[in-house]
């Protein structure tokens, strides 16, 4: 969910969000995942197909009204063409040669970057994915050497969680990241966030991300904020 000068870089997962489709993320995604107070009012208000309740913010209440057609489209596209142009260039990112994500880097760039800033993580994430390449290898690892690998990026029980996920997705799923989303939730350290982010840049799940980022630029967009 990272991307360019915004705060903590977490743009490009949800300009992907939905399987691609950004401003879909905002009204028609099934299921929106957020963090903090006023995001989860927006998440619910969202998320609801009747009007916004009376408890709704103004900002949440606004967005509703003004999504109209011409907004939606200009999302949909604007957006991603800036984003498209501003992106860095980030090794979980990388596609194959059917231009998808691999969903073990994916995942451990959102665990890496929950409490972490980009720049720092990169070099960890590189040498992580170099001695874990797959999960089946970190499953297999001693834990002793996930902590080791994870020295340095400090809050070691996102370490600790990665590894006992992964010895349950070899247990459970032989090895395979599952895509289905109560599947992938239920593994250790992965809440809703995650489980969106994740699963919406790897497989294309319409899952979308409702973060600081995002109701920062919405916010903007439509007047309520600075």
């Keep these: 969910m990272r991307s360019g000068r915004h705060p903590?870089?977490?743009g490009s997962s949800t300009v992907r969000s939905c399987g691609g489709r950004w401003s879909a993320s905002v009204v028609r995604c099934r299921s929106v995942s957020t963090g903090g107070s006023e995001i989860g009012r927006l998440s619910r208000s969202?998320?609801?197909s009747s009007s916004p309740?009376?408890?709704a913010s103004p900002l949440s209440e606004a967005l509703?009204?003004?999504v109209t057609p011409e907004v939606e489209h200009a999302f949909r596209h604007r957006l991603p063409a800036w984003f498209d142009g501003a992106r860095r260039d980030m090794p979980w990112r990388e596609v194959d040669a059917n231009g998808n994500r691999d969903p073990y880097r994916v995942w451990i760039s959102e665990i890496m970057l929950q409490q972490t800033r980009v720049d720092t993580a990169i070099p960890y994430f590189h040498r992580f994915v170099d001695r874990f390449p797959t999960v089946t290898a970190l499953a297999e690892a001693p834990i002793d050497d996930v902590l080791k690998m994870w020295e340095g990026l400090g809050y070691y029980s996102r370490a600790r969680n990665l590894h006992r996920a992964a010895?349950?997705?070899?247990d459970r799923h032989d090895g395979v990241i599952p895509s289905d989303p109560e599947a992938f939730r239920s593994l250790p350290g992965v809440g809703p966030y995650t489980q969106a982010a994740v699963l919406s840049?790897?497989?294309g799940e319409p899952l979308a991300v409702l973060d600081g980022n995002v109701i920062r630029e919405l916010a903007?967009?439509?007047g309520d904020a600075p």
């Design 8 to 10: 903590r870089s977490r």
């Design 46 to 48: 969202f998320s609801s």
């Design 53 to 55: 309740p009376s408890t």
């Design 64 to 66: 509703v009204e003004a």
């Design 167 to 170: 010895r349950l997705v070899l």
């Design 201 to 203: 840049l790897s497989f």
């Design 220 to 222: 903007r967009t439509f």
